[in-house]
């Protein structure tokens, strides 16, 4: 069964960091598009930060650009999402997602994560 794994998430005060994990079974990420979303209450999905299969080319949205870092442990299988400098407005559902194609820059993914909630308050 093809299966994406989140973990990591939780309550930290703004500047603080956090690290999502998602482990894959079933498939073997290397060979994947990966990505990283979220949603916020009321708000619709939004690309976080994603790696394209075809040349390994990142994206990060402009509200993550030097705080987050994507990347993924090809011996354990699993992406993560290093984030830092945390700040309310980041607070939401965090998935993260596999893809068959070679361009990350898209909505739709083969594969999803359950999310994950990050919550960042004081």
């Known amino acids: 069964q093809l299966q994406l794994v989140e973990s990591g998430g939780g309550l930290v005060q703004p500047g603080g960091s956090l690290r999502l994990s998602c482990a894959a079974s079933?498939?073997?990420?290397?060979?994947?598009?990966i990505g990283w979303f979220r949603q916020a209450p009321g708000k619709e999905r939004e690309r976080v930060s994603c790696?394209?299969?075809?040349?390994?080319?990142?994206y990060y949205a402009d509200s993550v650009k030097g705080r987050f870092t994507i990347s993924r442990d090809s011996a354990k299988n699993t992406m993560y999402l290093q984030m830092n400098s945390l700040k309310p407005e980041h607070t939401a559902v965090y998935y993260c997602?596999?893809?068959?194609?070679?361009?990350?820059?898209?909505?739709?993914?083969?594969?999803w994560g359950q999310g994950t909630q990050v919550t960042v308050s004081s």
């Open positions: 997602a596999a893809d068959r194609g070679d361009w990350c820059r898209k909505r739709n993914y083969n594969y």
């Open positions: 079933g498939f073997t990420l290397d060979y994947y598009t």
């Open positions: 790696i394209s299969s075809s040349d390994d080319s990142t």
